[in-house]
């Protein structure tokens, strides 16, 4: 299940990209900017800023859709296959995130921009949500791009079993992958996800000669202070492999897809300026890291 491909994407990587989003990750992180890529399953966006009025979504809906007093009104917990909504409406207001999609038919867009790749060093990077919760997709397609002679960067959250990890390595030529905060406790209970098993994947793909970028969000209330981000600092240095680390300042950008999905968006902060971040590169640049201040 994907979401998206994006092509001539120049964030998620090194040169010009395609990326493709799979749906469905295992963290609740609430300041995601990307809610959509959340559940397993496909889900229906509405924008009632540009719904017709037409009805057409009605006449297929079987009580999962209702009128209201402007536009339609979505009866999500009656959504059972959102897929049948494909392609109903004529302007868009009403849309289906998620679809199954062949390895065939991803490779063919990828292929698409094969000699942007070599013209500028870039590739393929495979995103989420989280790819490893996909884990038979996952190495399929990167068997397949392995095939064509492509090798792809793997964006992370490293919430995955190792086993399913290490059979990836062959084929991907750099890790993404975050590091939100080292504080166990902290980590679980505002994104749910298990430090210790994130932290034995670092390990483990240091011990195998990886190659990692380290992504940070820094995000108020949750790790943007000194001392947090000193520590994510000192573990990232300490693991020996990693050489070069992102800090991606939070904003508010991604609140209007919650919208669109019928979610309310509740974490309420001010937004990170880049400058903000300058102490933070301070430590990693002290380190000898190369240090970088959003993609």
Known sequence: MIFDIQRFSTHDGAGIRTTVFFKGCPLRCPWCENPESQSMVPELAYDVRTCLGCRDCLRAANGEIVAAEQGIGIVRQKVSDASIFEGVCPSGALSVIGREASIEEIVAEILKDLPF?????????????????????????????????????????????????????????????????????????????????????????????????????????????????????????????IREIHFFPYN????????????????????????????????????????VIGG
């Open 117 to 241: 790749y070599r013209s500028s060093g870039g590739g393929v990077t495979l995103s989420g949500g989280e790819p490893y919760a996909q884990p038979v997709l996952l190495r399929a397609l990167l068997a397949a791009l392995h095939g064509i002679g492509l090798k792809a960067d793997v964006e992370t959250s490293l919430q995955a079993q190792w086993a399913v990890i290490e059979e990836t390595l062959p084929f991907v030529q750099e890790f993404l992958a975050d590091i939100k905060h080292v504080n166990a406790e902290k980590l679980r209970c505002v994104t749910r996800a298990d430090f210790s098993l994130i932290a034995d994947n670092f390990r483990k793909l240091a011990s195998r000669g990886a190659t990692v970028i380290a992504r940070v969000p820094v995000i108020p209330g949750f790790n943007d202070s000194l001392a947090e981000m000193t520590a994510i600092i000192d573990f990232a240095t300490a693991l020996g492999n």
């Open 252 to 291: 508010a950008l991604g609140a209007g897809k919650y919208r669109l999905l019928g979610r309310d968006y509740d974490f309420a902060a001010t937004a990170v300026r880049n400058e903000d971040l300058e102490p933070y590169r301070a430590i990693a640049l002290g380190k000898r890291m190369t240090a």
